[in-house]
């Protein structure tokens, strides 16, 4: 099992930018894919991102493509994703969850360990 510590939401106006990070302890974090998830109120969790354990593979939802970037530093068992030109939807709790399936999965149940989350809030 691995613990896992998001940070970095926060409030921003339409078209700024955040980053968020999930810091990881326990498990070796090179040998896990990650991945970003977001939950708005009301809705399903929904993917945002996934990478693999090289950093080398990375997915993105159709929504963010080209706005949010996903990246991990190995060695301080770290995954970042970067949020550009934020917009009111995408105000949601965010998540990273790590898979030891050896894939890159978009799909929440294909996760093994989950953090508790950060809240984006984007105003218009």
């Known amino acids: 099992q691995v613990q896992l510590v998001e940070s970095g939401g926060g409030l921003v106006q339409t078209g700024g930018s955040l980053r968020l990070s999930c810091a990881a302890s326990?498990?070796?974090?090179?040998?896990?894919?990650m991945g970003w998830f977001r939950q708005a109120p009301g809705r399903e969790r929904e993917f945002v991102a996934t990478?693999?354990?090289?950093?080398?593979?990375?997915y993105y939802a159709d929504s963010v493509k080209g706005r949010f970037t996903i990246s991990r530093d190995n060695a301080k068992n770290t995954v970042y994703l970067q949020m550009n030109n934020l917009k009111p939807e995408d105000t949601a709790v965010y998540y990273c969850?790590?898979?030891?399936?050896?894939?890159?999965?978009?799909?929440?149940?294909?996760?093994?360990?989950w953090g508790q989350g950060t809240q984006v809030t984007v105003s218009s």
């Open positions: 969850a790590a898979s030891y399936s050896g894939a890159i999965p978009t799909i929440p149940g294909e996760y093994d360990d």
């Open positions: 990478i693999n354990w090289t950093g080398r593979s990375t």
């Open positions: 326990g498990r070796t974090f090179s040998n896990y894919a």
